[in-house]
């Protein structure tokens, strides 16, 4: 059954959305507060919201995500939560020890208005953060944005608490990472070193929600970026923002707050997007390319040359967030492949820009839609007009797979049926000629699957 309900002839729809391409704020401030190194996020509203958005994160990441809640009940639905917060932030501590709890709001908490700075203000009045411990904040609203959105808002709640300017600068570059897998944070920092750049990656969730099986639990595990990293993030030469959606405003928070100017790239998935990156730092750090990332990027040319037979004018169907959209399409142009259907849930008119900039001269028959109404529904109604060879996105495309019988690339959030996206990174040349395996192995096991055993292949 699944979605055999969803009908080929599509009608117009202004005001529902059916399958949302996204999912709510305060999962994508938890997650940046967890790249914080001993940080316990918040979730200021009812127990419900706190459960959906830690199991999600816990279900991505087949690891137990920890977060406290100001469970709201009636009262404090009515009259605010001030009394709930607060007798948290002293709960937490005293139980928890945390160093830093980084608060989000939930949609209940914004509608009846609570002001969270005033409440902090009054607990650290009141005594009720001990000293040298932090309490951090964004605002939340999850009938505004998506998840991308609150990753943003939180990243801008650490930028607003942490970073000091002193006359000392350093060599050091910021490197803001936008939404990616703590495999993704780890490859961009191993790029760097290798060029020899000193970096302060933050949020960096590595080692954090992918940890090792030692028989010892830890509730704050060693990843995480430290605070004395956030505090002299100030005094860096420059930023780099990765991901336009999710760093840009944290960049320029940072470049008012403490005067490091900053660049913007893509997130470096695919060929181009990770040359790009590469250049920033380059540029940032005032080095030079060495070989070794040369030899790295020729691998995945090379892989790319031998196997275009498999990939040329194959068509897709994606849908996740703008950040690593924009990268991936550009990737699937690169390899001949035709991307048809895009649609991301995230608001923002230069999504819609930057696909026009990227398909309109190889793939002039693109359709792609962002923000209210580009849902997986409407995606499935053009599948189903015109088919596509393959579908890249979150698990939630695996309804589309198995009623339209298409290979399926799991890429994004979140991933809740599959391993690996922990352990192995999409980003940079390695993560390009990892996608490219993945797509090659779905090509060629249906392949496999289907092919008449006369044009049955042994070598491929
Ligand atoms: S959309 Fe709002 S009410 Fe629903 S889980 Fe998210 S924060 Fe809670």
Redesign the pocket.
């Given at each position: 059954m699944l979605l055999r309900h969803t009908p080929k002839d599509s009608i117009e729809r202004k005001a529902l959305t059916i399958n949302p391409a996204k999912t709510?704020q305060?999962i994508g401030a938890m997650y940046a507060a967890l790249g914080i190194h001993g940080c316990l996020p918040h979730s200021h509203?009812s127990q419900g919201?706190c459960s959906?958005h830690r199991s999600t994160l816990t279900r991505h990441y087949k690891e137990p995500i920890m977060a406290a809640t100001s469970s709201f009940t009636e009262g404090a639905s009515v009259f605010g939560g001030q009394a709930n917060l607060l007798q948290a932030i002293t709960n937490i501590f005293e139980i928890y020890e945390p160093e830093i709890i980084a608060i989000h709001s939930?949609?209940?908490s914004e509608t009846i208005g609570d002001d969270l700075n005033q409440i902090i203000q009054k607990a650290s009045d009141d005594g009720k953060i001990p000293l040298g411990k932090h309490v951090i904040y964004a605002n939340t609203p999850?009938y505004v944005g998506s998840h991308v959105t609150g990753y943003a808002n939180m990243l801008k709640g650490i930028i607003r608490y942490f970073p000091e300017a002193t006359e000392k600068k350093t060599d050091f570059i910021n490197l803001i990472s936008g939404w990616v897998e703590p495999s993704d944070m780890k490859e961009m920092k191993r790029l760097a070193k290798m060029m020899g750049a000193k970096t302060i990656m933050f949020p960096d969730t590595s080692d954090v929600v992918e940890t090792s099986l030692d028989g010892d639990y830890k509730m704050y595990p060693k990843g995480g970026t430290t605070i004395s990293e956030l505090i002299a993030s100030g005094n860096s030469k420059k930023s780099i923002g990765i991901g336009t959606w999710a760093t840009k405003e944290a960049a320029i928070a940072l470049e008012n707050k403490c005067k490091v100017p900053f660049a913007l790239t893509d997130v470096p998935i695919g060929l181009q997007a990770t040359d790009r990156f590469i250049q920033a730092v380059a540029k940032a750090a005032e080095i030079s390319i060495p070989d070794s990332i040369t030899n790295e990027r020729g691998k995945l040319v090379d892989v790319i040359a031998d196997m275009h037979q498999y990939l040329y004018g194959k068509r897709v169907a994606l849908w996740g967030d703008p950040d690593q959209l924009i990268p991936l399409v550009e990737f699937l142009v690169d390899l001949d492949m035709k991307p048809v259907y895009i649609v991301t849930g995230t608001p923002g008119k230069l999504f819609e820009q930057k696909m026009k900039e990227i398909l309109s001269e190889k793939v002039p028959e693109a359709k792609y839609k962002a923000g209210e109404g580009a849902d997986m529904f409407m995606m499935h109604q053009w599948i189903k007009n015109e088919p596509v060879d393959l579908l890249i996105g979150n698990t939630y495309g695996k309804y589309i797979s198995r009623d339209e019988n298409i290979p399926f690339l799991r890429m994004g959030f979140p991933i809740l049926d599959r391993i690996g996206h922990s352990y192995f990174p999409t980003v940079g040349y390695m993560g390009g000629l990892r996608i490219l395996e993945k797509i090659l192995g779905l090509f060629m096991d249906k392949q496999d699957a289907e092919s008449p055993e006369t044009s049955f292949e042994l070598v491929m």
């Open positions: 709510c305060p509203g919201c959906y939930t949609c209940l999850s």
